[in-house]
């Protein structure tokens, strides 16, 4: 069992009827993206498949740190690639090597959105982008974000609905199941 975006005090009336609960705690301790929590109960063995959760800014931490924390209750251990928007493209083009050594990479963007086109044409691997509200002008909360990754020109790109992290996670595990059960077919 699973309970995302807790606040602290959320967290504390969930373990206060159940011993068993932990919080993953994916901001990687910044007190700055420590708002919310993921609480899982029953957490998933490991899995050997390798997950990345990429971000365009810092910003964008949020969300990532919701979908790395579903992944982690689900037994992954995902890399975090932060930071690496196509306003400095040569950061990303610097990740390249571990983008190419993953099963399915997460791309988390606001803003125009544009990093999910730019990682879905670096690598091989499928590609789940995420929307964020982040941004200003015509950043619209992230329609225009969500329009851009919809329209991208990256072959097989899937797009989740604005901040939906968790959702993100889902579809990568759903997608690397489906690997699973064929590979175990065979």
């Known amino acids: 069992m699973l309970l995302s975006r807790a606040s602290a ?3 504390a009336a969930a373990l206060a009827g159940a011993d068993d609960g932990h919080v993953i705690e994916a901001g990687g301790g910044d007190p700055l993206n420590a708002r919310l929590h993921t609480v899982v109960w029953r957490p998933a063995m490991e899995r050997r498949e390798r997950v990345a959760v990429v971000t365009a800014g810092t910003a964008d ?3 990532a740190d919701e979908c790395a924390a579903t992944l982690t209750a689900h037994g992954f251990r995902p890399l975090r690639i932060t930071d690496v928007g196509v306003a400095g493209l040569h950061r990303i083009l610097d990740a390249a090597e571990e983008l190419a050594a993953v099963d399915a990479l997460v ?7 544009a990093l999910a086109s730019v990682v879905g044409g670096l690598s091989s691997a499928p590609v789940v982008a ?5 941004g200003y002008g015509s950043s619209l909360d992230g329609i225009t974000a969500l329009l851009g990754m ?8 899937t797009v ?4 939906n992290g968790f959702g993100a996670a889902i579809a990568i595990i759903r997608m690397l199941n489906t690997r699973v059960l064929e590979r175990d077919a065979v």
Not at 130 to 134: A, F, H, N, R
Not at 160 to 163: A, E, K, L, T, Y
């Open 150 to 157: 919809l329209a991208s020109c990256a072959s097989g790109l």
């Open 107 to 113: 791309v988390v963007a606001g803003m125009e959105g």
């Open 61 to 63: 931490l949020p969300v």
């Open 9 to 11: 005090e959320q967290v």
């Open 130 to 134: 995420v929307p964020t509200s982040v």
């Open 160 to 163: 989740v609905g604005i901040d």
